[in-house]
């Protein structure tokens, strides 16, 4: 009788185990996924498109976007510059530092000491090329509970300048008419909420995810790349 109901006891401890993981899977973001991240007050989402900036960086722009269906508002949470692999579908802490790969250009989400485009008192937001990462790619992830829950409002925080991801409310004109700015803020205000609308969340799993990347530091050589884990 005794060995029956530790056997039961066993068999609900595994079950509730499994459950958890199962829940943290489908309620977190995860290493790997690929989200759209959409502005808590504008409710726009998170863009780039291979279009330069006319001013400060000239690097590729950053903007947000009403269009839901749009597949340049995708972007993969992937680790950070020089930190040790995450792995692949694990839960995103709540203090993490990560990088956001944007899918279709292959560049991360970046910032540095520029004035944002629209609103000068501001920071300027680019996608920086993968091949070139560096620590302006890295951001940390500033939340209320342990863990990035998907339905929360979440704040990223540029690690270099201490700036927070904002979309500002200022609107362009040509040649990307009606695309919200993206700018990064000294103060941690409303403009900086951010909440996973869209993606596909990646579960856990033992292998990594592997690429190449290129620091800003190595060789001119394209063929001198330096290959790693990630996730």
């Known amino acids: 009788m005794i060995a029956e109901i530790q056997s039961v ?19 977190h973001v995860t290493c790997g996924s690929l989200v759209k991240l959409m ?10 498109h291979d279009v330069k900036y006319g001013t ?66 501001n920071q300027e937001v680019s996608a920086f090329e993968e091949k070139r990462t560096d620590t302006g790619d890295n951001w940390r992830v500033m939340c209320d509970s342990d863990l ?8 990223f925080q540029h690690i270099d300048t201490g700036m927070f991801l904002a979309a500002t409310g200022s609107v362009y004109g040509r040649p990307i008419k009606g695309q919200y700015e993206v700018a990064a803020m000294k103060r941690n205000n409303r403009n900086c ?12 799993s033992d292998d990594p995810i592997r690429f190449q990347e290129k620091n800003q530091d190595d060789d001119e050589d394209d063929d001198d790349y330096e290959e790693h884990d990630e996730l």
């Open 9 to 27: 006891t066993l068999f609900a401890t595994l079950l509730l185990s499994f459950f958890e993981s199962s829940l943290c899977t489908l309620q």
């Open 39 to 48: 502005n808590s007050d504008h409710k726009v989402r998170l863009h780039s």
């Open 56 to 121: 400060g960086s000239g690097q590729q722009s950053v903007t947000a976007v009403n269009d839901v269906d749009d597949s340049n508002s995708y972007w993969q949470v992937v680790q950070a510059y020089k930190s040790t692999p995450c792995k692949r579908g694990a839960a995103v802490q709540c203090g993490d530092v990560i990088r956001l790969l944007h899918m279709n250009t292959n560049t991360y989400l970046h910032s540095h000491h520029f004035s944002a485009p629209l609103t000068e008192s």
């Open 148 to 155: 990035w829950r998907r339905d929360d409002d979440v704040k």
């Open 193 to 204: 909420g951010w909440r996973t609308a869209e993606g596909v969340f990646v579960k856990e």
